[in-house]
């Protein structure tokens, strides 16, 4: 059974850090591409960044320099650094997983998700 479970989010002052990770079930650190999203209040759900199962890394515009995704295979979890955060970062942030592996940012083809964890960042 596939499962992702999100941890590690709180609220930070603007400029603060906060890592996510997402402990994953079964084989999908190694077989998937993987990838971090989010959802703030009102708004459409959007791809923060795509780690492949060779490690290779996507960032969108707004998390790019700013964002670091990496696993550790050892331990079954994914990692979302997020340094220099800025209150238009508030949102719930997503794991999800993509064993076709299409290396996108659009959340349609994702089909494992976990339950998401909320960030808040004050200005």
């Known amino acids: 059974q596939v499962q992702l479970v999100e941890s590690g989010g709180g609220s930070v002052q603007a400029g603060g850090s906060l890592r996510l990770s997402c402990a994953a079930s079964s084989y999908i650190i190694s077989s998937s591409c993987l990838a971090w999203f989010r959802q703030a209040p009102g708004k459409e759900r959007e791809g923060v960044g795509i780690i492949d199962i060779d490690g290779r890394t996507i960032y969108a515009h707004s998390a790019k320099d700013r964002f670091t995704i990496s696993k550790d295979k050892a331990k079954r979890t994914l990692y979302l650094q997020m340094d220099s955060l800025k209150p238009e970062d508030t949102a719930t942030y997503y794991c999800?997983?993509?064993?076709?592996?299409?290396?996108?940012?659009?959340?349609?083809?994702?089909?494992?998700w976990g339950q998401g964890t909320q960030v808040t960042v004050s200005s």
């Open positions: 999800a997983a993509d064993f076709v592996c299409l290396r996108t940012l659009f959340p349609g083809p994702y089909s494992y």
